[in-house]
T-cell receptor, first 109, second 116 residues
Framework: GQNIDQPTEMTATEGAIVQINCTYQ??????LFWYQQHAGEAPTFLSY??LDGLEEKGRFSSFLSRSKGYSYLLLKELQMKDSASYLC??????????WGAGTKLIIKP | GAVVSQHPSWVICKSGTSVKIECRSL??????MFWYRQFPKQSLMLMAT?????????EQGVEKDKFLINHASLTLSTLTVTSAHPEDSSFYIC????????????FGSGTRLTVV
């Protein structure tokens, strides 16, 4: 079966750095997405990785290792507004998105 | 950037009635629209994939006669929850993929449905 694993919840301090991991087992691979979702709102796109390596976008970076079925989202200089759920999703060989359950990130002052 | 407009944002309806949710792609053509449902503290669950001009493809366990999907144009897809029950209360979100540099799927703002 297809499976996406990510931690249920993480806590970090304002101004610090946090890394949210995602491991996956899917039927084929056509890219991995990270989305941010605030409570009661729709997800918003953060990043897309299809090749191995690190993609940096401001305070957020996303890493992919296809051989290990592994990705992480790195958030630097954490702000209170970064408190949200972070969803990992993989596009399989049928171009269908398989979603992780999301990681709830709690930022403390 | 690509925008998907979803209406209504929230709706309360009585059991047994029907509710229609609309999703419009404002600045791109969405040949395919995805409909998701999300229960509290759970991940997105794909309900169906809607293709313009053809019948929607439903995921296993989703009743196609209960969740009617129409995708009559390249910019509009609708989901109608028929004979709604309290267990249908959920957050419904549509999504479409706009071909662009970020490869991202754009989501509508979501519809909070409460059936009483």
């Amino acid at each position: 079966g297809q499976n996406i694993d990510q931690p249920t919840e993480m806590t970090a301090t304002e101004g610090a750095i946090v890394q949210i991991n995602c491991t996956y087992q899917t039927s084929g691979f056509n890219g991995l997405f990270w989305y941010q979702q605030h409570a009661g709102e729709a997800p918003t796109f953060l990043s897309y990785n299809v090749l191995d390596g690190l993609e940096e976008k401001g305070r957020f970076s996303s890493f992919l290792s296809r051989s290990k079925g592994y990705s992480y989202l790195l958030l630097k200089e954490l702000q209170m507004k970064d408190s949200a759920s972070y969803l990992c999703a993989v596009m399989d060989s049928n171009y269908q998105l398989i979603w992780g359950a999301g990681t709830k990130l709690i930022i403390k002052p | 950037g690509a925008v998907v407009s979803q209406h209504p944002s929230w709706v309360i309806c009585k059991s047994g009635t029907s509710v229609k949710i609309e999703c419009r792609s404002l600045d791109f053509q969405a040949t395919t629209m995805f409909w998701y449902r999300q229960f509290p503290k759970q991940s997105l669950m794909l309900m169906a994939t809607s293709n313009e001009g053809s019948k929607a493809t439903y995921e296993q366990g989703v009743e196609k006669d209960k969740f009617l999907i129409n995708h009559a144009s390249l910019t509009l897809s609708t989901l109608t929850v028929t004979s709604a029950h309290p267990e249908d209360s959920s957050f419904y979100i549509c999504s479409a993929r706009a071909i662009g540099a970020d490869y991202g799927y754009t989501f509508g703002s979501g519809t909070r449905l409460t059936v009483v």
